[in-house]
């Protein structure tokens, strides 16, 4: 390919010249394509080690000019035909024209422009993609796709040159990180090691230094440890495998997130060398980075950020950090932690000005917002150009309209798989009558607690004053600090938190904290609309939420009402109804509640969105993955902080138990509802450190105890009867009852510990806790947890299907791995159907994967005993189409594990049984047998009515006796009952049940028959037997034939016409098969006398009619092979091709049909046929092919081309 111009020092250091004139030289590598030996040993080395972009082209042309020392490569070839093509074109094109300059330098300059322009037309011709991916980095690209057998699908993120250790020898190569493979490359003196790892399969990745291992990265999977080592850059290296790895638990988590990650943004700019995903990933993680920081919605997307100072206004000093411009924010943080963090949502901006610069306070910034504050930012390095960005996205947030939300309707691309698009929002002129919710509601306007609000009793005068005092703190601070969105938060804002928000404020505040007041101004009417649409439908999670809502806080007299149960109610189902995927989990409905307290119905939606979504992600999804992954966090942290306590503790498996409904319900359920409440105040400020580090202080304060404990059960004990005594002393509202502490208050109740003090020495001990760190702790936790749960799903499927197939345990668990990679590779390399529709995490694990028929092909080409060379992808497709018995064009792996295990471990009559029906429909579509559907028309002459005999043709399960079925007379809930019990039997069908089959029918079953007996041993033998079975089937369905239109008003029986047209050349049939006997026993007999002895290459078989497979003559001649046949070929004997004409060109009989029995009966009297279909396969040998190639490592003798495709899946 012609490639941008390079500057080349030395022309001729590894490369041997083949044809050069005045201007041009080609080139060769040295040692590629010819011999080889020891120079082409080193400098396949030294490709590897040195140069990657080398080893992708063994050909190069380079320009040249005069007496000039510096040579340009101008293109390059993997293939002498590519270069060479170049090479002409450059004698044809440029030759006589360069020969008119006098100046080298201007050759030069032209020959450069005229590459270029090349290259340019090409990319706008075709491949615009190829300007993303520019230079060596796109020769990787290719290279990578060679080595690893990946296809265009499969992008390439970066590439590193590391040493990869094998044994205690390291292999210095090039590491490839695509998007859904980490790949490796190594040759040195002909030793080659290839590796390939799937990101789904990585269950570690560590970063670490030891004596054996310099400075490493050492990747885990289930079976094996891989360890690199030796980077440039190994901080980078590191961040981007743990970024892919991510995007791959997500993928396992929830297949929607492939689609996500495979549209990525176009980036601004083109960067040489590096990959258009590198930059795209590099910001996807710093958007995440940025949105955790400021609490903002997953659509948010960062512009860009500078460093700046800001003027605080309370401490009258200029703050140094960092301002962060979004599509609909601008946001600040200080440089030092804690100092002060701004968010100004640009929807409150009402000027943006330029001030005056000065020495004092150079390039100034003013911002304004609607409540009368200004913002003054200074030092900022290109002020125009961020003026002009935020006037472009205030042009783009104009006030929008009541009820109107652009943001839902449109969602943006980056929104992840958990959030789906929200429902349609209607206007105000278009809303339906509100039945269920209506802002006159009480709790529409007010939180519960306000509207059950009691008097307060005299004795609680001290507190309800210290109440007062803390509301006066926040109001001095409003006024200090701002108040709402715009606010200062600063340490002093902290302070507050921990000393408890007064239940006046508490709504306000979350709201404010967790970012939920952002999504709430910006989607108006969302709520009431929602609530409209959701309920009165009937789903599961509704189910489980009115299972739930008298189990919500029952102690508090707010919920002791319908007007608590009814809020709680729509709360709980809106969000259902808005995220499917979630839907409802236990303890949603606890933490709801309290919200409902101190918040308005629609604030607490709001904030159960900001909790499910961000603050909290994925703990309420079907498997709480998050609460698992974070439990795992806990249970480090533990290790790290209490490795006395942790130790004891993992002999109990205590910690594992306790902290799940800790996490899950925020210390809401294990904690007196007034100490717990103080917990929520602070995770909505800090988020879930606070959660950790309360935790950690609970073991810390009963350590003594917990080490003395000998069992889980005492150990649980401690810490609840230490949870049900913390208390918080300042609250003014009545005393709560808390169920919990009631049933374990023993007769001396431990002493009682102030939850304030609690907080402060969770502070005091654990509160370096970073939030960083704990991300980097959950990305660890998130895959062993994933991983972990996908063997559990394994595990699941193989306990499910085990007694209902012929496989080992150990056989299905390979065939879950091989069915579930297939799924999950289709779905990023592309498939029929969305991933969407593939997965459904709420389905059973049996269900969860399915597969299309392009992947069923594959697969069955890879595992299936019944290899029938060109004919096996028609094979496969009929087989699918049995299996598939819900007609959704995917099956699950129960299915796919049924039809392979009847061909693996079947007996003869299941094996028949199998092949017979994938020659009937619905296996056997109308392109494939034209008559098919006609000939099942022709079935009602048979004692079964057409309609029921069409009903069992088209049914992949074995069917019933439909006869007694209709005969049945009375239907009540027994006779249901009862059918419901013998569906859930496993059935044991009769051979009576299959349909018949007409000619078109048994014409595709032999030709089937014939193809998968070409590559067997025996295949002579079995020729013979097929051909001598063929020919007696057609004498019965002959017989079967006259038998039926015996009383009919027929006067002759007519052959099939492929018979007739055979009927001259058979030398014992003068007649007698259109005689019309009266007898089917007479019928019979003369069949079975009719049919040929088959045993020499001149009988009667050589007249065998053209519906069956080709005779055993021409067979054993060896004159026709199986891959010449196609699936319209008709077999046949010697039959002229007069005869063929007018097999073609006529009706197949519709009378002529056979039975199963009859086919059975046909097959046992062949010994060869007998053996055949009775012989038990073993699929570990193909499994073991099937696998995905994991690491390869083997003596070259020669470096010829080092071409090879390596198909790793």
Not at 636 to 644: A, D, F, G, V
Request: aromatic share 8%.
């Amino acid at each position: 390919m012609w490639i941008t111009p390079e500057e080349v020092l030395l022309a001729n250091a590894l490369w041997v010249s083949e044809r050069a004139n005045p201007y041009f030289i080609l080139q060769r590598r040295k040692g590629h394509g010819r011999g080889g030996g020891i120079t082409g040993l080193l400098v396949g080395t030294l490709d590897v080690v040195l140069d990657s972009s080398a080893r992708v082209a063994p050909y190069r042309i380079l320009h040249q000019t005069g007496e000039s020392q510096i040579f340009w490569n101008i293109a390059c070839g993997s293939s002498r035909k590519e270069i060479t093509e170049h090479w002409e074109w450059l004698e044809t094109n440029l030759l006589q024209t360069l020969s008119i300059f006098d100046n080298d330098d201007d050759i030069t300059t032209f020959v450069k422009g005229k590459i270029q322009g090349i290259i340019a037309e090409e990319n706008k011709s075709g491949k615009p993609q190829e300007d993303e991916d520019p230079g060596k980095f796109r020769e990787a690209e290719l290279k990578m796709r060679k080595l690893f057998g990946m296809p265009e699908e499969e992008k390439l993120v970066n590439y590193y040159p590391c040493s990869y250790w094998k044994g205690r020898v390291p292999r210095q190569g090039w590491i490839y990180l695509s998007v859904n493979h980490l790949c490796f490359y190594s040759f040195l003196l002909g030793k080659e090691v290839s590796l390939v790892v799937q990101w789904t399969d990585v269950t570690q990745l560590d970063k670490n230094a030891t004596l054996v291992f310099p400075e490493s990265i050492r990747v885990s999977t289930r079976g094996t440890e891989h360890f690199f080592s030796m980077f440039l850059n190994i901080n980078e290296t590191f961040k981007l495998m743990e970024q892919l790895a991510n995007i791959a638990m997500r993928q396992l988590l929830d297949n929607e997130s492939f689609s996500a990650d495979r549209s990525l943004p176009k980036p601004c700019k083109t960067l040489k060398n590096v990959s258009a995903l590198k930059r795209d990933l590099d910001a996807r993680a710093k958007n995440e980075r940025y949105r955790a920081l400021f609490r903002l919605t997953q659509d948010e997307r960062l512009d860009g950020h500078t460093d700046c100072t800001l003027w605080t206004p309370f401490a009258k000093m200029h703050v140094v950090g960092q301002m962060f411009v979004s599509n609909n924010y601008i946001c600040f943080a200080s440089r030092e932690e804690d100092l002060c963090q701004l968010i100004i949502p640009l929807r409150e901006v009402t000027i943006v000005e330029k001030a005056d610069s000065s020495s004092v306070l150079p390039s100034p910034l003013s911002i304004s917002t609607k409540n009368k504050m200004t913002f003054l930012f200074a030092n900022l390095k290109d002020r125009d150009f961020l003026v002009q960005r935020i006037s472009d996205f205030l042009q783009r947030t104009p006030d929008r309209p009541c009820g109107l939300n652009t943001q839902s309707e449109n969602p943006s691309p980056s929104t992840p798989p958990s959030l789906p698009p929200s429902p349609p929002v209607l206007g105000l002129g278009e809303m339906p009558q509100n039945q269920h919710y209506s802002p006159s509601l009480p709790t529409a306007k007010k939180g519960l607690l306000q509207i059950y609000q009691q008097d307060v009793p005299e004795e609680l005068g001290p507190k309800v004053t210290r109440e007062k005092m803390k509301e006066e703190s926040w109001n001095i601070h409003f006024f200090e600090f701002g108040r709402g969105v715009c606010m200062y938060r600063t340490s002093k804002t902290r302070e507050l938190v921990l000393n408890g928000i007064p239940e006046s404020l508490r709504g306000e505040l979350w709201l404010l904290f967790s970012g939920a007041q952002n999504e709430m101004a910006t989607h108006t009417g969302y709520y009431a609309s929602l609530v409209e649409q959701a309920m009165g439908k009937c789903t599961l999670a509704t189910e489980e939420i009115e299972r739930d809502l008298h189990r919500s806080m029952p102690e508090h007299h707010a919920f002791q009402n319908e007007m608590g149960i009814a809020a709680l109610r729509r709360v709980l189902t809106a969000y259902a109804y808005r995220n499917p995927t979630i839907g409802y989990c236990q303890a949603m409905n606890i933490v709801t509640s309290v919200l409902l307290l101190y918040c308005t119905e629609e604030e607490a939606f709001w904030l159960l969105v900001a909790l499910c979504e961000r603050m909290l992600p994925d703990y309420y999804n079907t498997r709480v993955v998050g609460a698992l992954v974070d439990q795992g966090v806990f249970e480090e942290l533990t290790r790290e902080c209490l490795p006395l306590l942790y130790e004891h503790m993992q002999d109990l498996g205590v910690i594992s138990t306790i902290s799940l409904s800790w996490f899950l319900t925020l210390f809401l359920s294990v904690m007196p509802f007034d100490s717990a409440v103080l917990l929520v105040d602070c995770f909505f400020y800090e988020g879930i450190k606070v959660i950790f580090q309360v935790a950690l202080a609970v073991l810390h304060a009963n350590m003594d105890q917990l080490l003395s404990c000998s069992d889980e059960g005492e150990a649980m004990t401690i810490l609840g009867r230490y949870l049900d005594n913390v208390v918080n002393k300042q609250t003014v509202s009545s005393p709560i009852p808390h169920l919990h502490a009631l049933l374990t208050s023993g007769n001396n109740p431990p002493p009682e510990i102030d939850v304030f003090e609690l907080i402060k020495a969770s502070y005091e001990k654990f509160g370096s806790l970073r939030a960083d760190v704990i991300e980097q702790m959950r990305f660890k936790q998130r895959l062993k947890v994933i991983q972990s749960l996908e063997d559990t799903a394994k595990r699941s499927v193989v306990r499910a299907i085990m007694t209902e197939s012929a496989f080992s345990i150990e056989e299905l668990e390979e065939l879950y791995v091989l069915f579930k990679a297939k799924h999950i590779m289709s779905c990023y390399w592309g498939a029929s159907s969305t991933a969407a529709e593939r997965h459904d995490p709420s389905l059973p694990y049996l269900e969860q994967y399915r597969i299309d028929s392009g992947q069923f092909t594959q697969l069955f080409s890879a595992l299936a005993p019944w290899s029938c060379g060109l004919h096996t992808n028609t094979l496969s497709s009929r087989l699918f189409r049995l299996l598939d018995q819900n007609k959704d064009s995917l099956i699950n792996f129960k299915e796919f594990v049924t039809g392979l295990s009847g061909m693996c471990h079947g007996d003869m009559t299941e094996k028949l049984k199998l092949l017979y029906r994938l020659h009937l429909p619905p296996a056997l579509c109308p392109e494939e047998a034209e008559s098919a559907l006609e000939a099942a028309q022709f079935f009602t002459d048979d004692d079964m009515p057409q309609g029921e005999e069409l009903k069992e043709a088209g049914d992949a399960l074995p069917a019933t006796d439909t006869d007694e079925r209709k005969e049945e007379k009375p239907k009540d809930y027994k006779y249901y009952l009862r059918m419901w019990a013998k569906e859930k039997e496993p059935k044991k069908e009769s051979i009576k049940d299959l349909p018949r089959m007409n000619q078109e029918q048994f014409i595709e079953m032999c030709k089937t028959l014939y193809n998968m007996f070409s590559e067997d041993p025996m295949e002579q033998e079995l020729y013979h037997g097929i051909a001598t079975v063929a020919s007696l089937l057609l004498r019965i369905g002959e017989v079967g034939k006259k038998f039926t239109n015996n009383g009919s008003k027929k006067t002759e029986v007519q052959l099939p016409p492929a018979v007739d047209a055979l009927q001259p050349e058979r030398e014992d049939s003068s007649g007698e098969g259109g005689s019309g006997q009266s007898l089917v026993s007479k019928a019979l007999a003369e069949a079975q006398l009719e049919t040929p002895p088959a045993t020499a290459a001149g009988s009667d078989e050589e007249a065998k009619d053209d519906t069956s497979v080709s005779s055993y003559s021409v067979v054993s001649a060896g004159s026709l092979q199986c891959e010449d046949i196609a699936d319209d070929t008709v077999l046949i004997g010697c039959a002229s091709g007069d005869a063929v004409d007018r097999r073609r060109g006529s009706v197949p009989d519709a009378d002529w049909s056979i039975t199963f029995e009859q086919v059975l009966a046909s097959f046992l009297t062949e010994t060869s046929l007998v053996d055949y279909f009775e012989k038990k396969h073993d699929i570990q040998s193909k499994i073991t092919a099937c696998k995905s190639l994991r690491a390869v490592e083997r003596q070259i003798s020669t470096s010829s081309d080092l071409d090879f495709s390596l198909n790793t899946h």
